[in-house]
């Protein structure tokens, strides 16, 4: 079996996105993995591949199909949205409106099947904003892109997997937001990942909001504050 085609993001260019994409995919043991692509700024990644002296070669390419996935090259669908003198370490909107383009792209190839994958290198939410593109994060971003109502965001790693009932809000936003309903819709999803990876019997245990996980200690403070 073919190993999966992976779309890379370049995030905000004005950022550290460059850098990460260059040192990962210096990486032998990253083209043992997938067939790696960058979307995002040949221009960019050359500065970046000068900067970290990693000698990688970048290929500009047409598209996902014209890619050779070769060890020792980077190859770039090449958007060309970044100005030659834009600053590393400052908040652009000019970043912000390349970073939210690369991940357009990228999401296009995604449900045209041109690639497998989408594996996004980080965003500047204020450059983003700068841009008028008004997004608390990437999870919003694919879901209106996808023309997805309700998403979760996951992580995972090889000893513990978390979804989250909410993200990219402020602790009194989620508690007004959180009702049974979405709790089990969570954990309807959380499931469905783990069987889809492997995982035939997933137990699932769901966090509380308090520390007591329930409402009876809160009113008996509350009571207490009173006086009564």
């Given at each position: ?94 970043a912000g409106e390349a970073a ?6 990228a999401v296009k190839l995604a ?49 513990l997997r978390v979804i989250h ?64």
């Open positions: 079996m073919s190993l999966p085609r992976i779309g890379i993001t370049m995030g905000d260019p004005a950022g550290i996105g460059p850098e990460l994409v260059m040192k990962t995919l210096a990486h032998a043991e990253t083209h043992a993995l997938c067939r790696p692509l960058v979307i995002g700024d040949a221009r960019r990644l050359e500065k970046a591949n000068g900067i970290l002296k990693l000698n990688l070669q970048v290929l500009l390419i047409p598209d996902p199909a014209a890619a050779l996935f070769r060890q020792g090259t980077l190859e770039c669908i090449d958007l060309g949205l970044v100005p030659e003198d834009l600053p590393f370490g400052k908040v652009s909107p000019a939210y383009r690369y991940v357009e792209r449900l045209e099947g041109a690639i497998d994958a989408v594996c996004t290198a980080p965003v500047n939410k204020e450059a983003l904003n700068a841009a008028g593109h008004r997004y608390p994060g990437h999870t919003e971003i694919l879901a209106e892109m996808t023309g997805t109502p309700e998403v979760s965001l996951a992580l995972i790693s090889p000893r009932v909410t993200a990219h809000i402020g602790l009194l936003d989620a508690i007004e937001r959180i009702d049974a309903g979405l709790v089990e819709r969570t954990i309807a999803r959380g499931r469905e990942l783990l069987l889809r990876a492997g995982w035939p019997e997933p137990r699932i245990g769901v966090c509380g909001i308090n520390p007591h996980a329930g409402d009876s200690w809160w009113r008996c403070t509350t009571t207490r504050g009173t006086g009564r």
